[in-house]
């Protein structure tokens, strides 16, 4: 079975022409769509379902840098174990709890510059280890990238958070 990467006719590194992964998906979602079928047999038009289920999931996952990272990590043998791996390094954990403790007062005190300035330390986080994570993907570092990749899944969540928290300040 094809990965998303051969799905889509795409080179399989962490850095993707996200212009050619919209025409891909495109092309591949052209040859399945339903009007393609309409005088097909029932397996024809379930089979026609199925490819249209499974491009839409990998446009997905490639179409995310967090979930293509993941994939890549998986695709190379390294599972993320995020459930069972959350050993983290000390700066990061120190980080997160002033983090967290910014978010509270912030969201105690209603204060949208405190939550706007939390939110700007965030994104930088996150750029920079996007960063960090393409440049160990696409040098076949897998190992240490699946660490990487699970630092940016609770950075992931931590941006829902305080989505939700701007959501309350604001409303």
């Known amino acids: 079975m094809q990965n998303h990467f051969e799905l889509f006719h795409l080179p399989q590194r962490f850095t993707l022409d996200t212009s ?18 309409a005088n097909a047999t029932g397996a ?33 043998g390294v599972a993320l174990q995020a459930e069972s791996n959350t050993a983290m390094p000390g700066a990061f954990l120190m980080q997160q709890m002033e983090w967290r403790e910014t978010l509270e007062d912030a969201r105690a005190a209603k204060d949208l510059p405190a939550l706007e300035q939390l939110d700007s330390e ?24 699946a660490q990487h990749v699970r630092q940016l899944m609770f950075l992931e969540k931590f941006g829902e958070e305080i989505g939700n928290a701007f959501a309350i300040i604001e409303s």
């Open 20 to 37: 050619a992964l919209e025409k891909a998906y495109h092309e591949v979602q052209n040859q399945t769509h339903p009007d393609r079928f």
């Open 44 to 76: 024809e038009k379930r089979v026609a379902m199925q490819w249209t289920t499974r491009a839409n999931e990998a446009y997905q996952t490639l179409k995310s840098p967090f979930r293509r990272a993941a994939y890549l990590c998986e695709l190379n």
């Open 122 to 145: 965030l994104r930088a986080a996150r750029k920079a280890d996007l960063l960090k994570i393409a440049g160990l993907l696409d040098a076949h570092d897998f190992v240490t990238a």
